[in-house]
């Protein structure tokens, strides 16, 4: 069974562009969930996915990020425009909604964002 | 809301020394924790976690945790550590239905030395 992918693993932009991340959950999945670690930080929850529906997007920074996630499958995240704070790692994970494990959530490898 | 502490940001320690990475949790509502751990170039892997019963608990690698509800800690431990076991080790919590969104330590580095 695959896991978690991203898309890219590494990405370094100028300040002012735009930038679309993107995650593959494991099959089957319906929770999907996008945190981000700033250098040197706690990783910090952004959004919640359940199939392709916002459960919660208390974490989100401000408006120059959205997340999608189409058809409840894989999700993108845009950065737009793209600011030196918006470094860092972005984890994408994904859970089962019911089953044995509905807790335990699975991670991707990350994108590591560089905004120069 | 809730927060986690990891006090120690590094430890190093000799192989085959034990070692006690401390966790700290802001609130006493019942929570579910966890304790993930990430390899060099790798993501996240779930260590062990704890739901619900009893207050130990074990990972197939040889670490264990004690979920302790009065110092509102989740302590892990491991008694002889191994240079495998160097990597970056997250404490996380996960209120009861709040979407099971996982609120993270700001990770300690486990460096094991030979």
């Known amino acids: 069974e695959a896991g978690v992918t991203q898309f890219p693993s590494h990405s370094v932009i100028e300040k002012g562009q735009t930038v679309t991340l993107r995650c593959d959950p494991i099959?089957?999945?319906?929770?999907l969930y996008w945190y981000r670690r700033v250098m040197g930080k706690e990783i910090k929850f952004l959004l919640h996915?359940?199939?392709?529906?916002?459960?919660?997007e208390s974490g989100m920074p401000n408006n120059r990020f959205l997340a999608e996630r189409t058809g409840g499958t894989y999700s993108t995240l845009k950065v737009q425009p793209a600011e030196l704070e918006d470094s860092g790692v972005y984890f994408c994970?994904?859970?089962?909604?019911?089953?044995?494990?509905?807790?335990?959530?699975?991670f991707g490898p990350g994108t590591r964002l560089t905004v120069t | 809301a809730q927060s986690v502490t990891q006090l120690d940001s590094q430890v190093p320690v000799f192989e085959e020394a034990p070692v006690e990475l401390r966790c700290n949790y802001s609130?006493?509502?019942?929570?579910?924790l966890f304790w993930y751990v990430q390899y060099p170039n790798q993501g996240l892997q779930l260590l062990l976690k704890?739901?619900?019963?009893?207050?130990l608990v074990e990972s197939i690698n040889g670490f264990e945790a004690e979920f302790n509800k009065s110092q509102t800690s989740f302590h892990l431990r491991k008694p002889s550590v191994h240079i495998s076991d160097t990597a970056e080790y997250f404490c996380?919590?996960?209120?009861?239905?709040?979407?099971?969104?996982?609120?993270f330590g700001s990770g300690t580095r486990l460096l094991v030395r030979p």
């Open positions: 994970a994904s859970s089962q909604d019911k089953g044995r494990d509905p807790y335990e959530q699975y």
């Open positions: 099959s089957g999945h319906d929770n």
């Open positions: 996915f359940v199939k392709e529906s916002k459960q919660d």
């Open positions: 609130s006493s509502v019942s929570v579910y």
């Open positions: 704890y739901l619900s019963g009893s207050t």
């Open positions: 996380a919590v996960s209120d009861r239905g709040s979407s099971y969104k996982l609120i």
